[in-house]
């Protein structure tokens, strides 16, 4: 089937055209045989580099109305409208943050690119544009198995589906072990297949030989280097490139070092690039890699030199990237040879093997469509364990995706929201639409019941739902809702604000540790040896504080964690360069800038609380000032 013969418009065939798209890969024939382009929901899950996206561009340039397309993280957003951007003559608008705005302006576009968490917080702000969406597109749906995002993605869903009932639903999934139920879910046919455009060979390497699945064995000398750097000199002597993935920023780092001895190649341009926008020895050792044609990759870096890496990689400049497992999460960076040298992490009490599909996630960034002949991907074993690794990994079928709505953290802000947006105004029509999630789905009559109750139980005693004569949210409720914060933190900083408006000393940080000290707010972890310099400034700064140090009630441990993630956040917001914020605790600049990106939109939250409180009667005048103030200087900070 040729995209001539598909209902398009002729300047999207011309466009597909220029780009080399003419023939359709069988998994987008299926697609279109499932009625894509005619408004039928429909589940792909197929490998990596399959042709997902572009049946989600034949769901949105076919569709009625305006599409959206939901993206679990933001720099897949960025890569998705930029994408997007180049079809001719249609208007994409993007939307990843201020979770309290409606956005409004998005209604004047073809196509939105979101993540869901900025869908969600747009149906609970009453945003006109998301019930004009005709079709909506939902990509990495497996990720519905996560933690957090995962019951985040299907209450979203099940109220696109409650707002526009007839809304053309497109899932793009990885090969998962129940992609069946997902699609009966979605009430949408399901395209299942394992056909990939490059053939992929996986296998495990162990002395000396890569073994792969259909059999063929290949000898790569160590030379007495490790084994990562000699499969990764191995490509690209072959060449091609290679991807490496790692446990650790730490072993990412440390090992496209050793790669840097390899002299692969050169890249001035992208080392110039990097060093110029460097602000810490991190962004400098990147370029110093880069100019040799390595680089590592991982959340710690800036954005803007992730994005240099990415594209320096896919444009061939950059031979080798050494990277932790986040850039596998759907960014497209393919490469020849995919090595997995770590293929455990640590879960909080030991290490444990990584899932099936992660690994497999990363085993399809394997070939290039068009300009590998092949592509490979292998699992790096310790002695004694290649037959371990061959059962676990090679040829076996990955996990299934089950629903994590089941609790009360999940469901505390998804029940909430539900009765503030005006989606029920009773328990039973709470548990009503609870049933039309996936979890519903799955558990068919499971009893979700009284966990429901524990979370009514708890919202009516913060005073955030009304329950005399059915369910109702109140004025906090409401505000709760609508600035997308957990009631729990909602709570803590209504608490927090009423002691710091009895604080004669309000500085940045009493503002930061309020925020910080809240379940939104991610934070630094504490070191035994930081302990004592911590503690000792908490008391010399106690002041300053919300909580008092010297008679500390609760997790004193614990909160020196929140207390060294405002003091972060205060030294970088009164000017501290990034090198000394990220000698000083241990962090990189991706971290910096993540965490007072959170920080800034906790502190408009607060603002919009300390309003609420000032309604109620109390002065938070001066807290108020601070809190803007301090959210501007956040602001301000570009990392």
Not at 53 to 73: E, H, I, K
Not at 480 to 501: C, E, F, K, N
Not at 595 to 618: F, K, N, P, V
Request: charge should be negative; charged fraction near 30%; hydrophobic fraction near 40%.
């Amino acid at each position: 089937m040729d995209v001539a013969d598909l209902p398009l418009a002729d300047r999207f065939v011309d466009h597909f055209h220029a780009k080399g798209v003419e023939e359709l890969y069988p998994p987008q024939v299926e697609a279109v045989e499932a009625g894509v382009c005619e408004g039928g929901r429909v589940l792909a899950a197929v490998p990596t580099a399959s042709g997902k996206t572009f049946v989600a561009q034949l769901a949105m340039l076919t569709s009625d109305g305006p599409a959206l397309y939901v993206v679990p993280l933001r720099a897949l957003a960025t890569e998705k409208y930029d994408e997007f951007c180049e079809l001719p003559d249609v208007s994409v608008g993007i939307s990843t943050g201020d979770f309290d705005a409606t956005d409004e302006d998005l209604a004047e576009h073809d196509i939105v690119v979101a993540t869901s968490e900025k869908v969600d917080s747009a149906i609970r702000n009453g945003a006109a544009w998301v019930e004009a969406i005709d079709c909506a597109v939902v990509d990495e749906i497996h990720l519905l198995d996560a933690d957090g995002r995962g019951p985040t993605l299907e209450v979203t869903i099940a109220k696109l589906r409650r707002l526009t009932p007839d809304i053309q639903l497109v899932g793009l999934s990885a090969t998962v072990g129940n992609a069946e139920e997902i699609a009966d879910w979605l009430d949408a046919e399901l395209v299942h297949s394992t056909w990939r455009p490059v053939d992929l060979k996986t296998g495990v390497y162990a002395e000396e030989t890569i073994s792969f699945d259909d059999g063929e064995e290949r000898d790569v000398d160590t030379g007495g280097d490790p084994a990562a750097v000699a499969l990764a000199r191995d490509a690209v002597e072959d060449g091609g490139q290679c991807l490496v993935f790692v446990s650790s920023r730490r072993a990412a780092q440390g090992l496209a070092t050793d790669l840097v001895d390899e002299w692969f190649d050169s890249a001035p341009e992208v080392a110039e690039e990097l060093r110029v926008s460097a602000a810490t020895d991190t962004g400098m050792e990147l370029a110093r890699c880069a100019a040799n044609a390595v680089a590592f990759h991982h959340a710690g870096l800036s954005a803007e030199h992730r994005r240099l890496v990415e594209t320096a990689f896919r444009d061939r400049e950059l031979k080798v990237i050494v990277a932790t497992p986040t850039l596998a999460a759907g960014v497209n960076v393919p490469a020849r040879r995919v090595v997995v040298r770590d293929h455990e992490r640590y879960d909080g009490s030991g290490m444990e093997p990584l899932p099936v599909l992660e690994v497999h996630q990363m085993f399809g960034r394997a070939g290039r469509p068009h300009l590998d002949p092949y592509g490979e991907a292998m699992l790096v074993a310790r002695d004694g364990e290649a037959d371990t690794l061959r059962e676990r990994y090679i040829g076996a079928d990955p996990e299934r995706v089950t629903s994590k709505l089941h609790s009360e953290v999940s469901l505390r802000t998804h029940v909430l929201s539900t009765v503030a947006s005006g989606f029920a105004d009773s328990r039973a029509a709470v548990l009503e639409l609870l049933d039309e999630t996936f979890y519903g789905h799955q558990r068919p009559g499971s009893d979700l019941e009284a966990v429901v109750d524990d979370v009514l139980d708890y919202l009516e005693s913060a005073g955030m739902l009304d329950r005399t004569g059915g369910l109702r949210a109140t004025k906090l409720g409401s505000l709760v809702s609508r600035v997308y914060v957990d009631p729990v933190t909602g709570a803590s900083v209504i608490d927090a604000l009423g002691r710091a408006a009895d604080n004669p000393r309000l500085t940045p940080l009493t503002v930061l540790e309020l925020v910080c000290d809240t379940t939104d707010m991610p934070e630094l972890y504490t070191r035994n040896d930081e302990a004592g310099r911590l503690t000792d400034e908490a008391m010399r700064r106690e002041s300053e504080l919300t909580k008092s140090v010297m008679d500390f009630d609760g997790d004193f441990q614990a909160w020196l964690d929140v207390f060294k993630t405002a003091k972060m956040l205060s030294d970088w917001s009164e000017g501290a360069d990034a090198d000394t914020v990220a000698e000083r605790y241990g962090v990189g600049p991706g971290d910096v800038r993540r965490i007072a990106e959170r920080a800034a939109w906790l502190l408009t939250a607060t603002e919009s609380l300390a309003e609420y409180i000032a309604d109620e009667g109390t002065d938070v005048t001066r807290v108020a000032r601070v809190i803007r103030e301090t959210r501007e200087s956040l602001v301000e900070r570009d990392v």
